[in-house]
């Protein structure tokens, strides 16, 4: 099988930056994803193409992947920014997402 | 806008079938490959299906091969999962979402609650 594993969660005071890391155990070439999802809501597409942000994102969130981890970053974090994260590749026939990560910012 | 609406959960027996439906509009529906993801009470998402546009293609995740078929209507712009032999592990919130067409699923519709109990 094929897992993605992320931190159960992550803190950070408000301005600060936050980052979530999504390690792969069998990376290829795919492509990663990240989501936002808030408690009674569905997900949000906020990186796609392991960098690229849909129109509507905001700057302050990025992505980034090296070797076996991708790596969502949210700068100047806000408190609205606090959510479950979850990371999610694909390959052929087979879609897999992270664990997911709760940030809590406090 | 883009819009997804599921519909026709509920709560079934174990054993038992049922079908979800998805309707689209906002979108070309037949450009593009459709999927149900699923999250269970305080889990995380479990994709579960995907159809790929003109319906040819067609993957499963392992915990539903053989037991839920995906499938859609272009002309009525609607997506289905057909969910048969439920088990309690089938209770979850059933979204359908759209593919972006850049490795993401760009629009997610509200969900819908399947509940597998005696």
């Known amino acids: 099988s094929y897992e993605l594993t992320q931190p159960p969660s992550v803190s950070v005071s408000p301005g600060q930056t936050a980052s979530i890391s999504c390690s792969g155990d069998k990376w290829g070439d795919e492509f990663v994803c990240w989501y936002q999802q808030k408690p009674g809501q569905s997900p949000v597409l906020v990186i796609y193409q392991d960098d690229k942000r849909p129109s509507g994102i905001p700057e302050r969130f990025s992505g980034s992947k090296s070797g076996n981890t991708a790596t969502l970053t949210i700068s100047g974090t806000q408190t609205m920014d606090e959510a479950d994260y979850y990371c999610?590749?694909?390959?052929?026939?087979?879609?897999?997402f992270g664990t997911g990560t709760k940030v809590t910012v406090l | 806008q883009v819009q997804l609406v599921e519909s026709g959960g509920g709560v079934v027996q174990p054993g038992r079938s049922l079908r979800l439906s998805c309707g689209a509009s906002g979108f070309t529906f037949s450009d593009y490959s459709m999927h149900w993801v699923r999250q269970a009470p305080g889990k995380g998402l479990e994709w579960v299906a995907v159809i790929s546009y003109g319906g040819i293609n067609k993957y499963y995740a392992d915990s539903v091969k053989g037991r839920f078929t995906i499938s859609r209507d272009d002309s009525k712009n609607t997506l289905y999962l057909q969910m048969n032999t439920l088990r309690r592990e089938d209770t979850a919130v059933y979204y359908c979402a759209k593919d972006s067409g850049l490795s993401g699923m760009d629009y997610w519709g509200q969900g819908a609650l399947v509940t597998v109990s005696s």
């Open positions: 999610q590749a694909w390959g052929t026939g087979l879609w897999v």
